[in-house]
């Protein structure tokens, strides 16, 4: 069946530092892929998505690329801030199916 | 975009009990889900509720044991029903506005004992 699979959190990062949070999934067709995030005490919010291979999909400074050759979706950030200390979930979803296929979840923690 | 609620935010309940979580959302939604997230695994799908039909549960969830109430587009409750340890979950509602994708309450952090 399908899969997402995320690096392993912790991830403990000074501010500013450049951030990679990988993503790869299993699956039978050609799924959209979405990063979410969830700030304490919030719920899961969308925070970018990409609908084709080779489509990349950006907000607040975070960027993933679909590329289906690697089945990896890995978000990154140039620079990170105190304010993006929060667990971030990679996920699937085919279209006209409402059922999100997520990951573990990657908490992140950046100090000043 | 739609904000959602739920209440309890957290609850310890004894083995044997059950529990209903309320999930509200600021705007009428077409569709709203449940998914439970059991202590470092991620996200699972238990059922998607629609006003006015019986939910439709995934594999591995059953209405007994979770039964679902839609009653109107702002309002859905989930109910875990003689509860165990391994209920012990984070438990999500989310909801989907025509052509948004979803949006998710805080969840409800439930210990069973």
């Known amino acids: 069946g399908d899969s997402v699979t995320q690096m392993e959190g912790p991830v403990t990062l000074s501010e500013e530092a450049f951030l990679t949070i990988n993503c790869t999934y299993t699956a039978t067709g050609y799924p959209s892929l979405f990063w979410y995030v969830q700030y304490p005490g919030e719920g899961l919010q969308l925070l970018l998505k990409?609908?084709?291979?080779?489509d990349k999909g950006s907000n607040k400074g975070f960027e993933a690329t679909y590329r289906k050759e690697t089945t990896s979706f890995h978000l990154e950030k140039g620079s990170v801030q105190v304010s993006d200390s929060a667990v971030y979930f990679c996920?699937?979803?085919?279209?006209?199916?409402?059922?999100?296929?997520f990951g573990t979840g990657t908490r992140l923690t950046i100090i000043p | 975009s739609a904000v959602i609620s739920q209440k309890p935010s957290r609850d310890i309940c004894q083995r044997g009990t059950s529990l209903t979580i309320q999930c509200q959302v600021d705007s009428q939604v077409t569709m709203m889900f449940w998914y439970r997230q059991q202590p470092g695994q991620s996200l699972t799908l238990i059922a998607t509720?629609?006003?006015?039909?019986?939910?439709?549960?995934e594999s591995g969830f059953v209405i007994d044991k979770f039964p679902i109430s839609r009653p109107n587009l702002t309002f859905s409750t989930l109910t875990v029903s003689n509860m165990s340890p391994e209920d012990s979950s984070i438990y999500l509602c989310s909801g989907r506005l025509q052509g948004t994708e979803q949006y998710f309450g805080p969840g409800t952090r439930l210990t069973v004992t």
């Open positions: 990409a609908t084709k291979a080779d």
């Open positions: 509720a629609n006003q006015g039909s019986e939910a439709t549960y």
């Open positions: 996920a699937l979803r085919y279209f006209g199916n409402e059922k999100l296929t």
